[in-house]
């Protein structure tokens, strides 16, 4: 290529990455010889794709991205490009690890973290801040999913100390929704820990964590984090509540999982969850009490939480809700007398025992169970309406 095709060449490349056309951009960036590429070019084009590919979750850029990735690092090692080899470190890892998540492949995982602990090296100066917080945010999350990936809580605790130099460097006022997600992230692995040995301090201090997330002021900047740590706070008070018979626990777990459920989205899978946690709340609370009305809230969370699910997309929550809707219209037959409620029940439980050998063959024998429960009670409710006088 020469001098007139590697301007031209130029030209076609600050176009497409003016135009936020990132593909095209790297591929024009593969075509260029490595000495015409300025360094700060190399930075543009990872960050700008990996952040298109984060907007619009494109595996293919990507995996485009580490490509360039990998190229611009070997080219700038050096003292003069620390900070940018840094940077590029920080957005190799991000990709990487975003295509660890989608493949669930543990060894990637790995190889995210050794880009964050790269990146690290170079991101040093107060200038670079918010970079070296988010490089240990990022850091935090990889090795917080080889924890869940392998159930082991060394990976939690490894995780927890790099959120712990992350939170420091982290503005509450200037970076509310990096602040949310640090300490939600924090909250809900101490939370986890807490269940390894019962340790009810930990607990606490994972609640007084999520606490902290929701100190931020609203804004739609911060809505679906905050979200997220409400119905993270929500899960952990309802644990303290059922360990410690703490009925403001309880109450405060309702409202915050009530409240968490109207900050996502039907279509987001969070506000299933969240109606599901709503639902389990409203049964702890229904425990040992006469009153009804929980368990009309429970069976109506449950409800709401299988209406945007289907035996297709989401096999194992379907079968484990249904059951739990028949479970709960049970009860609360048993304790109203309704025999349309026992009997609604009755439907609920047969429909689970006809998906379930497909989708779940291991409940099916749980699920036979109560749907004979169910039919006995339906079968005593109604020889007591037939019952004259």
């Known amino acids: 290529m020469d001098?007139?095709?590697?301007?031209?060449?130029?030209?076609?490349?600050?176009?497409?990455?003016?135009?936020?056309?990132?593909?095209?951009?790297?591929?024009?960036?593969?075509?260029?010889?490595?000495?015409?590429?300025?360094?700060?070019?190399?930075?543009?084009?990872?960050?700008?794709?990996?952040?298109?590919?984060?907007?619009?979750?494109?595996?293919?850029?990507?995996?485009a991205a580490i490509e360039a990735a990998e190229r611009a690092l070997e080219i700038l090692r050096g003292p003069d490009n620390a900070m940018r080899v840094g940077l590029i470190e920080r957005y190799a890892g991000e990709a990487t690890h975003a295509l660890a998540r989608h493949d669930n492949d543990v060894e990637a995982l790995r190889?995210?973290?050794?880009?964050?602990?790269?990146?690290?090296?170079?991101?040093?100066?107060?200038?670079?801040?918010?970079?070296?917080?988010?490089?240990?945010?990022?850091?935090?999350?990889?090795?917080?999913?080889?924890?869940?990936?392998?159930?082991?809580?060394?990976?939690?605790?490894?995780?927890?100390?790099?959120?712990?130099?992350?939170?420091?460097?982290?503005?509450?006022?200037?970076?509310?929704?990096?602040?949310?997600?640090?300490?939600t992230e924090l909250g809900q692995s101490h939370a986890r820990l807490s269940m390894f040995d019962d340790d009810e301090e930990r607990l606490d201090k994972a609640i007084g964590m999520l606490e902290r997330a929701l100190s931020v002021p609203r804004g739609p900047d911060v809505a679906r984090p905050l979200a997220e740590a409400r119905m993270a706070l929500g899960a952990a008070l309802l644990r303290r509540g059922k360990q410690r018979d703490n009925d403001d626990d309880l109450e405060r777990a309702t409202a915050m999982l009530e409240a968490a459920a109207n900050g996502f989205e039907r279509r987001d899978a969070n506000w299933s969850a969240a109606q599901n946690n709503l639902a389990v709340a409203h049964l702890v609370r229904a425990e040992g009490r006469d009153d009804p009305e929980p368990l009309r809230a429970a069976v109506a969370a449950f409800k709401?939480?299988?209406?945007?699910?289907?035996?297709?997309?989401?096999?194992?929550?379907?079968?484990?809700?249904?059951?739990?809707?028949?479970?709960?219209?049970?009860?609360?037959?048993?304790?109203?007398?309704?025999?349309?409620?026992?009997?609604?029940?009755?439907?609920?439980?047969?429909?689970?025992?006809?998906?379930?050998?497909?989708?779940?063959?291991?409940?099916?024998?749980?699920?036979?169970?109560?749907?004979?429960?169910?039919?006995?009670?339906?079968?005593r409710l109604k020889r007591a309406a037939d019952r004259p006088g």
Not at 326 to 337: D, N
């Open 111 to 183: 190889t995210a973290i050794d880009h964050y602990d790269r990146s690290l090296n170079g991101l040093v100066g107060g200038e670079l801040r918010i970079e070296r917080a988010e490089a240990y945010f990022r850091r935090g999350c990889a090795l917080n999913d080889i924890a869940h990936h392998e159930d082991d809580p060394r990976y939690s605790e490894r995780a927890i100390a790099s959120w712990d130099q992350a939170l420091p460097l982290v503005s509450m006022k200037d970076e509310p929704r990096l602040f949310v997600k640090l300490c």
């Open 304 to 379: 709401r939480a299988q209406s945007v699910r289907s035996p297709k997309t989401d096999p194992r929550n379907w079968i484990n809700t249904q059951r739990n809707i028949g479970a709960a219209l049970m009860t609360l037959a048993e304790r109203s007398g309704e025999l349309a409620i026992a009997e609604e029940s009755v439907v609920a439980l047969e429909l689970a025992e006809n998906q379930a050998p497909e989708l779940q063959p291991a409940a099916l024998e749980a699920i036979r169970e109560a749907l004979g429960a169910a039919r006995t009670l339906a079968t």
């Open 3 to 63: 001098r007139g095709e590697t301007v031209a060449a130029l030209r076609v490349l600050f176009d497409a990455l003016q135009a936020g056309r990132m593909a095209e951009a790297l591929e024009r960036l593969g075509e260029m010889p490595d000495a015409s590429v300025m360094p700060d070019l190399w930075l543009a084009c990872v960050q700008g794709a990996v952040m298109t590919a984060r907007a619009d979750d494109d595996l293919d850029l990507y995996a």
